[in-house]
């Protein structure tokens, strides 16, 4: 499983800076790259769990913990490398984003916990993985704010808020739902409570900041 981090690692760092390069003949900004390569990766990954989850319905309803198959170990296991990519990349553009911090060393520290250090990369993982549909506008929302496209803005702003609300929510709410519901060991027990209080808290944030620029920004 390490091996194939390692290389998972390597293999996104060399997608992002090979899309950084072309992109940069066009667009002298290092953030557009950043923001487009995460909402391809991070698309990717979410409809890959979506479609998972959909082929395993009655198995990530009824043991979300104990259902494993190679489809939901691969892609958490991507998902894993991709934020320790995403990691190390932002420590090289000294990023300051308390709120992002929070959410990638949260994420890694859950994914690392269960699919490491239990052996277990469960389909119930592939449901968190379902929240990254968020960030499919992050580059979208970058070039906008590059060019003061203020229409464009105005429409991944309410993208994010529909996200928010009729995705991430319902998501953290299912982990209390399978905590009280469903046989889970210990630690996934106490990673569902606190990653659904800690993501609830981001998403309330960032609901806020998106309602505000909706406010601000003339369609």
Known sequence: MFQSIIINVFLLLI??????????KYIRDEIISFQLYRSVICTFIALYSTIQILINWDKFWNTPTKYVDKHTEWINILTLSYFISDIFTMICQKNKRIDLWIHHIFCLISLSL????YSN??????GVIMAEFMSAVSGLDAVAKYFKYGNILWWTKLYR?????LIRFPIWIMLIKFVLTTDMYYAAQVNCIVGSITMC????????LCIKALRTHIY
Do not use: E, G, M, T
């Open 201 to 208: 808290s981001l998403d309330i944030y960032w609901l806020r």
């Open 114 to 117: 269960h699919s490491i250090y």
């Open 121 to 126: 990369p469960c389909i119930i993982l592939n």
């Open 161 to 165: 808020c529909f996200v928010i609300i």
């Open 15 to 24: 997608c992002y800076h090979s899309l950084k390069a072309y992109i940069k």
